[in-house]
């Protein structure tokens, strides 16, 4: 217990409820069959620490322990990931004054801070996204409580205009939500806002690259629609709205995540847009993963397809917990294989629309991330299969599974 066990928490961070003995192992928190105790991990920590060791894999078929380094793809040391995070702003301040680091919290805001900049979106959006998260967009309440003459009502409905009026919870913005979604699978959650900040973190959370993206585009485009109204330059419907933004996310889907498709030289039908059948003797399995963040659980659905198109296996499975996207995606992906071997099927080609899962499973590197536990059992249950190939689909292209894991 003395190791560096839990991933993302040094160890002068990890406090015990009661005293743990010394001599004790982490694996007495674990049922010998491949799964934590919950039970008894929930016994020693804090709800905050006991999501982050659930989250946590073990391996199903044993394996030795290894150290693993945080900061590559496959958790692998390499010297040059060395001198970038020596570089870095993050190690000055996790090496700051007397070596005691950020506190936890500040660790995780930061690591929030740093996803909205990482989104693939322009700077202008990001910026936007940024002040929203803040709370500091000159919004007509905003602005009144900075003593600026102005009038705090929302342009389109008269209502005082906070930040989150204008951009969430207005009719307009409502509307252009409203058609957004419907397109792009995305979920607000907006019964569960307490304040900005807050709101945007767990929105991150649950959401997928591209939909960050989408998320980033929308809001920019109500806060322009908003601008242009109180600028006297008119008034825009909010289907209008929508229409720019489902043009502008096709042109930034397809110039801004070119690139990573591009260097996916093992993912074949990363380019298809229109759905087809496996060859005649294959099935094809779509898989995909939902969070429900407000629930505390994941749903993974399943979807075995013929090469006539016919289905053969819909499933949807509950899991309890909340985990990250990816690790989501991957438990997904080991499920639909287990549900593969045990439907006795030979010949199967496994369709995500995780790209980064779908290249660690097609990858011959030692994979020791977060994920890699879960990636290393899959590769070991297909040995089962005569032939097996998993591919990258698009979202559009893996509805059907996305359905059915967010009937959950
Ligand atoms: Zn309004």
Redesign the pocket.
């Known amino acids: 217990m003395t190791d560096h066990w839990i991933p993302g928490r040094p160890l002068h961070m990890l406090q015990t409820l009661f005293p743990i003995p010394e001599y004790a192992k982490v694996c007495s928190l674990m049922d010998g069959h491949g799964h934590w105790n919950e039970e008894n991990v929930r016994a020693f920590f804090s709800e905050e620490t006991v999501e982050l060791i659930l989250q946590t894999q073990i391996s199903s078929h044993g394996g030795e322990d290894f150290v693993y380094w945080p900061h590559t793809r496959f958790g692998l040391y390499i010297v040059r990931s060395a001198y970038n995070l020596a570089r870095s702003s993050d190690f000055f301040l996790s090496h700051s004054k007397n070596g005691r680091g950020l506190s936890s919290s500040k660790e995780v805001e930061e690591k929030y801070w740093k996803a909205i900049w990482a989104i693939k979106a322009p700077n202008k959006m990001n910026i936007v996204l940024w002040r929203f998260a803040h709370n500091c967009l000159p919004s007509g309440l905003q602005l009144r409580h900075r003593n600026i003459p102005t009038n705090p ?7 005082d ?1 906070s930040i989150e ?2 951009l969430l ?5 409502s509307e252009v939500w409203n058609k957004v979604k419907k397109r792009f699978y995305i979920h607000l959650c907006r019964k569960n806002f307490h304040s900005t900040k807050q709101w945007l973190f767990d929105f991150i959370d649950r959401a997928s690259p591209e939909q960050s993206t989408v998320f980033a585009i929308t809001v920019w485009h109500i806060w322009e629609a908003r601008n242009a109204v109180r600028n006297g330059e008119g008034n825009i419907h909010p289907h209008r709205v929508a229409s720019k933004i489902h043009a502008y996310v096709d042109l930034v889907l397809l110039h801004l995540f070119k690139t990573v498709a591009g260097h996916s030289h093992e993912t074949p039908s990363s380019s298809s847009v229109k759905w087809s059948p496996p060859p005649p003797g294959s099935v094809l399995i779509n898989v995909d993963a939902a969070i429900f963040s407000n629930l505390h659980k994941l749903g993974i659905g399943i979807l075995i397809r013929n090469h006539k198109g016919e289905c053969l296996v819909a499933c949807t499975e509950p899991l309890k917990g909340m985990v990250q996207p990816k690790l989501a995606e991957s438990w997904a992906l080991r499920q639909a294989v287990i549900l593969a071997r045990d439907e006795g099927l030979t010949s199967v080609i496994f369709a995500s629309d995780c790209l980064s899962l779908v290249q660690r499973v097609n990858s011959s590197s030692i994979d020791r991330s977060e994920v890699g536990v879960v990636v290393s059992d899959i590769k070991r249950l297909v040995a089962c299969f005569s032939s097996v190939s998993f591919c990258h689909v698009k979202r559009s292209l893996n509805a059907a599974a996305h359905i059915l894991a967010r009937a959950c």
Do not use: K, L, N, P
Request: hydrophobic share 35%.
């Open positions: 009502a929302c342009v389109h409905c008269g209502r205009e009026h204008c919870f207005c009719q307009f913005a």
